[in-house]
T-cell receptor
Framework: DAMVIQNPRYQVTQFGKPVTLSCSQTLNHNVMYWYQQKSSQAPKLLFHYYDKDFNNEADTPDNFQSRRPNTSFCFLDIRSPGLGDAAMYLC?????????????FGQGTRLTVV | AQSVTQPDIHITVSEGASLELRCNYSYGATPYLFWYVQSPGQGLQLLLKYFSGDTLVQGIKGFEAEFKRSQSSFNLRKPSVHWSDAAEYFCAVGPLGSSSNTGKLIFGQGTTLQVKP
């Protein structure tokens, strides 16, 4: 049973056209994360929500925003996608934020920018 | 700054052979340690984790890992590899102290495993 679900699995967007990726979870976890993974690279954390508290990584571009309307859903908005934003976007959840907390990942959304 | 190093970018083994994937971390204290596997086009699945206690950790799919404090290593092993193990493997640390408030995982660059018939 899928616990962290990302939609769509594949997204093609035009250069500069806003795009939204979605993530939902059935685990009732407090924390939701968005990671960006470019080809042949390690995932890189963009930001996370602890409950309703938004936490941005220092080097995340302003072009990336996020919304969490309720516990189950979290969205990643890219306001003006550039070619360099083409990547796999991974959503993850965890019960708490400590370093010893297991993260559960979705299957990812592969974003292509044309 | 803390970092994770996976020295081997790509490894090829024959089906049925043993496997060891290396992971070294750089951190002031013993961090929380994880191994994740990622099949092509998929998300990450947790194989195993080490927080404390017994330094030999058993995971899913027949994998195990051994924490060696003296070497700052957390190598992943499997005695007999199956073709379905072909994937990318990521070692990760969950930091301690103030950084732990982020819940941020720091990943190594990954090792791609190819399995020959």
């Amino acid at each position: 049973d899928a616990m962290v679900i990302q939609n769509p699995r594949y997204q093609v967007t035009q250069f500069g056209k806003p795009v939204t990726l979605s993530c939902s979870q059935t685990l009732n976890h407090n924390v939701m994360y968005w990671y960006q993974q470019k080809s042949s690279q390690a995932p890189k954390l963009l930001f996370h929500y602890y409950d309703k508290d938004f936490n941005n990584e220092a080097d995340t571009p302003d072009n990336f925003q996020s919304r969490r309307p309720n516990t189950s859903f979290c969205f990643l908005d890219i306001r003006s996608p550039g070619l360099g934003d083409a990547a796999m976007y991974l959503c993850a959840t965890s019960r708490q934020r400590g370093g010893n907390t297991e993260a559960f990942f979705g299957q990812g959304t592969r974003l292509t920018v044309v | 700054a803390q970092s994770v190093t996976q020295p081997d970018i790509h490894i090829t083994v024959s089906e049925g052979a043993s496997l060891e994937l290396r992971c070294n971390y750089s951190y002031g204290a013993t961090p929380y340690l994880f191994w994740y596997v990622q099949s092509p086009g998929q998300g990450l699945q947790l194989l195993l984790k080490y927080f404390s206690g017994d330094t030999l950790v058993q995971g899913i799919k027949g994998f195990e890992a051994e924490f060696k404090r003296s070497q700052s290593s957390f190598n992943l092993r499997k005695p007999s590899v199956h073709w379905s193990d072909a994937a990318e493997y990521f070692c990760a640390v969950g930091p301690l102290g103030s950084s732990s408030n982020t819940g941020k995982l720091i990943f190594g660059q990954g090792t791609t495993l190819q399995v020959k018939p």
